[in-house]
């Protein structure tokens, strides 16, 4: 009985349902990619035109506009992307590495603390950011770090609790037989972790990689408090000096300049649907 | 005995990372900031010893108790309607046999991927009085839509409809919920000869209320902290038409980091956190009746 298919009443409507939520989900976005082809003058107007008049426009008033965002005098979106992607590397690298090695840490060697102390991991997940973001930064100033990029990547380097949950979830499934073999071969804790565990663990690595990545990419309170050189943006801080800067820079540049911070993580979403998707949902559900 | 030490020894060495992480950028922190809390703390400067000063004047501040205000208003609006859209989408989507299942997927979960300042625009040109999508699509049915941004209650009303266009995540792991319901106890719901609503009443919202749950604690936790959307769709008329979109993480950034004024930031940053362990305690509370939880 499995397999049946609901009655074709439900799947019509239910597609009928979902295709007008679509609208509702999706207009925004079309309507920034479709901004960014218009010229200024057509930009601004009541009609509802997804591409400019004439249509055989398109791809020249686009690179037009996305060369004008580009080469910007006022705002260096390159250097911004540089920075940008300079972070994203260390943090993930960081992030990734320190989670693995804390999960197991919590999902395979039998201690006493183990219990209460991942409770502890657990529990800060609801410690909202604004708590900590004053003495943050005046932390991070006394390092050194204001004026640098280095707010944004070292603290990955020692775990996040989310990733950490989600990788111990994940260790979790993996057979404890795989480690007592191990052990009869001499593995100890660490040959166990980097000969079985991680090489198993692939799928869910590369799941902790794409969410930091993302949020690394999206993040913009923490940089907007840290980051206090315009040298040393990030391209969600760019995009907001863009915008507010001018004040009335056109329509048209600045859905151009939106597109192309939104571009990267919605086309690597769609290359990863899969992955990401399973992902997300090994997260809930197992509170 | 030696050999109980030398196991909690070897657990504390693999978890030792995060640990080091928690004492830095969080205890330390979190003590700081309770004691700057209680001091007159300009930035940068040498704090001066207060009390409970700048708790007191929270009670008094016309400013904050607006802010708080618009904030449990934004959450009141926001986090209902969003977990009932997140339990209607998954179920829409949860149907057999439904076409584009992974189209649809995907739609809806794409507007939480877009980083918030880039959304944040876009939704300040879809709103835009004149020219935005929102009313020349509304135009089309024959309806004068307002000035989003520049009206007092439709600013308000803008933020819960972006806030339910971030769904996704939530919409995803209903999804996931629903899947695990035992496909027997639809069947023999059928035989009981219990209609499509009952069952849905009955048997699908208690097996997937500990989601439902989760979703409302995690909706909660962001809808206190609301801050990046209004500063960016606000950011000439600061705060909004009438101050009727400034939040409460709003006036906590103005008074660190505009203001300087760090002790009564921090004050705030506290009272905040309270209130957020406080709802979540109580919909726990409320939840025990509410949400089943299966057996293993």
Redesign the interface.
Known sequence: ??E???SPI??WG??A??LA??V??????V??VS?SFKPESQ??????RLLPDPPGDAPRIAAENYRAVWTDDSINFPLYLRNTLIVALLSVVGMVL?SA??A???AR??????GP?FT??LA?M??????????????F?KFGWIGTLKPLWV?A???AAFN?FLLRQFYMGIPKELDEAARIDGCG?WGIFWRIILPLSRPALAVVALFHF?YV??D??APM?FIVNRDNFT???G??LY??KA?NTP?NL??AA??L??AP??IL??AT?RTF?RG??TG??K? | MKGGLRRELIGLAWVGPWIIGFLAFMLVPALMSLRSSLSDDPLLQAPLWVGMDNYARLLTDEVFHKALLNTFIYAGAAIPLSVLLAVVLASLLNTRGLRWKRFFEAAVFVPTLAPLVASSMVWMWVLNGRYGLLNAALSVVGIDGPNWLLEKGWAMAALVLIALWGVGQAVILCVAALKEVPEQLYEAADLDGMGPVRAFIHITLPMISPVVLFNTIAMLIGAFQVFVVPFVLFQKDKGGPDKSAYFYTSYLYDNAFVFGQMGYASAMAWVQMLIILALTGLLFLASRRLVFYRAG
Do not use: C, D, K
């Open positions: 009985m499995h049946t298919q609901h439900r799947r239910a597609f349902g979902l939520a679509t509702f989900f999706l207009a925004p976005l309507w920034m901004t930009a601004a107007s009541e009609s509802l320190s090695v804390v197991y840490g919590f060697p039998a201690w006493r603390l183990r102390l502890v991991v800060t609801m410690i909202p950011f604004p708590v900590l973001m004053t003495p943050l930064f005046v932390l100033s603290p380097w020692f775990g950490i804790h993302m990419w999206n913009f309170l408090v391209l969600a801080l995009l907001q915008q507010s004040g329509w600045l859905m939106s597109t911070v939104a993580v919605l979403f769609m649907q998707i997300l949902s809930a559900g509170e």
